[in-house]
């Protein structure tokens, strides 16, 4: 069964401490993306990755790391540096980069207090 | 100028009826766009892909697009309860950079 999954679904945190957000796909697409959307907000795209051991910062990149070490797996950190991480962060896929359909995962709702 | 806009809504229509939403965007040269669905809390879901001019039709979906125009819109035909979400526009660009509207809200009233 083939698709994009995040964990975990939920995730508090304390102010000032780093936290990682899994994203693992079986589709075999070469570009993942994450996103963060805010109550009544669009998407806004935080880091893309069109190939392994590449990626490249997207409108709001600061605040955020990633890597891309496997196919397969493109972890978020949100650190301490991120003014407002509280928010709804999505993390897709897609064959490539270039034009084809993006498809989501189910997403990970970060609440920092 | 926004890259895509979409009327933030709400729409409301009557269930049974035709759901129209409607997309603008600003490059003239994109060739891929896209509409999803997102429920109140999920993520988007894909629901129609266009890249030619034209409509294109989907089970009660169709998608029509128009590039003279610079605009592609959804419609949803029968509309149902469960269709009560909102509706994402997206496009693919010339400068390879994928942008998204910020949504319609439908509301279907039983």
């Known amino acids: 069964d083939g698709g994009i999954t995040q964990s975990p679904k939920y995730l508090f945190r304390k102010e000032g401490q780093n936290v990682t957000l899994s994203c693992e796909q079986n589709l075999n697409h070469d570009a993942m993306y994450w996103y963060r959307q805010d109550p009544g907000q669009g998407l806004r795209l935080i880091y893309y990755s069109q190939i392994v051991n590449d990626f490249q910062k997207g409108d709001i990149a600061e605040g955020y790391s990633v890597s891309r070490e496997k196919k397969e797996s493109f972890p978020l950190t949100v650190t301490s540096a991120q003014k407002n991480p509280t928010a709804f962060y999505l993390c897709?896929?897609?064959?490539?980069?270039?034009?084809?359909?993006?498809?989501f995962g189910p997403g990970t709702r970060l609440t920092v207090t | 100028q926004k890259e895509v806009e979409q009327n933030s809504g709400p729409l409301s229509v009557p269930e049974g009826a035709i759901a129209s939403l409607n997309c603008t965007y600003s490059d003239r040269g994109s060739q891929s766009f896209f509409w999803y669905r997102q429920y109140s809390g999920k993520s988007p879901e894909l629901i129609m892909s266009?890249?030619?001019?034209g409509d294109k039709e989907d089970g009660r979906f169709t998608a029509q697009l128009n590039k003279a125009s610079q605009y592609v819109s959804l419609l949803i035909r029968d509309s149902q309860p469960s269709d009560s979400a909102t509706y994402l526009c997206a496009v693919f660009n010339t400068g390879n950079q994928f942008y998204f509207g910020t949504g319609t809200s439908l509301t279907v009233i039983p």
């Open positions: 266009i890249y030619s001019n």
């Open positions: 897709a896929s897609s064959r490539q980069r270039t034009g084809y359909e993006q498809y």
